[in-house]
């Protein structure tokens, strides 16, 4: 079973500054199926990046995803105010698809 | 577009079971390789990937729920379910269905309470 560990917990930014996130693997995974998701307060999580680096339909190109191995990193360029959220990572090539635990990104 | 809609009981007692539905809209089942999720959150706290179907009919379980849960289809319905048996305070959650990553249904509040 693979365990995702995400830093740091919380992250506060300002408007306008790049965002870093990390996504660490308890073993070596395949990239190809690495995402990342955006929650925002009473709503479902959206998906951002599968395969670890390709955007979804209609994500923001200030939203990179990069890594391979054991780790992985969110970037998310010029934070504009709807960016601040918590974003979660999941690995979903073999069961259990497990998630991080989650960073907060705060203003 | 696909759309995901979660229905059930949203207060279930303590040591009973616990059953959610998904439909799915605009989808058809007939499509292959597709995996239906269900994932919950505790109040205030993170996603916990529970269990999913594939399409061909084939469950899996994240390890700890394994003995207490049982997900299945019915495809003539383009519905799938989720069965939790002895439930505690512990499983009280949003539930949410998706399939795969990209499409979610609006998450239901289950709370286990007497």
């Known amino acids: 079973e693979i365990v995702l560990t995400q830093s740091p917990d919380t992250l506060s930014l300002s408007p306008g500054e790049r965002a870093t996130l990390s996504c660490r693997t308890s073993?070596?995974?395949?990239?190809?199926?690495l995402a990342w998701y955006q929650q925002k307060p009473g709503q479902a999580p959206r998906l951002l990046m599968f395969g670890s680096s390709n955007r979804f339909t209609g994500v923001s190109d200030r939203f990179t995803g990069s890594g391979s191995g054991t780790a992985f990193t969110l970037t998310i360029s010029r934070l504009e105010p709807d960016d601040f959220a918590v974003y979660y990572c999941?690995?979903?090539?073999?069961?259990?698809?497990?998630f991080g635990q989650g960073t907060r990104l705060e203003i | 577009q696909v759309q995901l809609q979660e229905s059930g009981p949203g207060l279930v007692k303590p040591s009973q079971t616990l059953s959610l539905t998904c439909t799915v809209s605009g989808d058809s089942f007939s499509n292959g390789g597709h995996y239906l999720n269900w994932i919950r959150q505790p109040p205030g706290k993170g996603l916990e990937w529970i269990g999913c179907?594939?399409?061909?009919?084939?469950?899996y379980y994240t390890p700890s729920l394994k003995s207490r849960l049982t997900i299945s289809l019915d495809t003539s319905k383009t519905q799938f379910s989720l069965t939790l048996t002895s439930v505690t305070a512990a499983d009280t959650a949003v539930y949410y269905c998706?399939?795969?990553?990209?499409?979610w249904g609006q998450g239901t509040l289950v709370t286990v309470s007497s």
């Open positions: 999941q690995y979903y090539g073999a069961t259990p698809f497990a």
């Open positions: 179907i594939h399409r061909s009919g084939t469950p």
């Open positions: 073993q070596s995974v395949n990239s190809n199926s």
């Open positions: 998706a399939r795969d990553g990209t499409d």
